[in-house]
């Protein structure tokens, strides 16, 4: 998933990070070992990873969640720097 949104040149960055989950799913309680993504974007471009996330991933429901944040200044022009431009 990172790299193909990496070479869509709508994310940044990505962070991937172990974790065990727990939930239930279809009326069972589940443990699942899984991966969160961090990707980095610009405001603009969030729509459009929600929306390739949601095409291409395997759960039918994924967790696609925002955190807004403000980057130093040298990182933010780094970001810009990376990802597509309309």
Known sequence: MA????KQKI????NMFPITSFYTWEGELREENEEVLLLKTREELFEKVRQEVE????YSVPCITKIAVEPNSAYARWLDGQVAHK
């Open 55 to 58: 095409r291409v991933h395997s």
């Open 11 to 14: 994310i940044a960055c990505a």
């Open 3 to 6: 790299l193909h949104l990496l």
